[in-house]
């Protein structure tokens, strides 16, 4: 397994006006060990792994309730149909990755909030939202 090149700058970037957490069905161990692997660790507060809830919407819940943060300024991405439809339950506006799991008419045939195809991306969200948690 290889990140998508890019993405250290990105969630540099993002991390300075940001919280960002990982929402995964992965083990908190496994997350762990690929974020220090690869250099991302320093970016992220938090983990909800497998060990926390079952649930996605259940994990982004406990996230936005733990940290204060407003629903409608709460970003999920993910890289899989059932990423966006967990954003949806959960009330968030939903981020789909097209370098992940699923390619991009599979993600946009459940209409997510925003699509991206490169981690650059993500800052053109960020920055056209204002910042904020």
């Known amino acids: 397994m290889q990140p998508f090149p890019g993405l250290i700058p990105v969630l540099d970037a993002l991390q300075k ?24 660790d320093p970016y992220f507060r938090e983990i909800f ?4 809830h079952f649930s996605k919407k259940e994990k982004i819940d406990h996230a936005i309730e733990k940290y204060g943060v407003p629903r ?6 993910g890289d899989t149909v059932g990423d ?18 699923h390619d991009r008419g599979r993600l946009t045939s459940v209409h997510p909030d925003f699509v991206v195809d490169t981690p650059e991306g993500l800052l053109s969200i960020a920055s056209a939202d204002g910042g904020g948690p």
Do not use: C, P, Q
Not at 49 to 52: C, L, P, Q, R, T
Not at 72 to 77: T, V
């Open 49 to 52: 792994g497998s060990d926390f």
């Open 84 to 101: 966006i439809l967990e954003a949806r339950a959960a009330g968030v506006r939903s981020v789909a990755v097209t370098w992940g799991w």
């Open 17 to 40: 006006n940001h919280f960002l957490a990982v929402v995964s069905s992965n083990g908190y161990r496994t997350i762990r060990a690929m974020l220090t692997r690869f250099g991302f």
């Open 72 to 77: 409608e300024k709460a970003f999920y991405i």
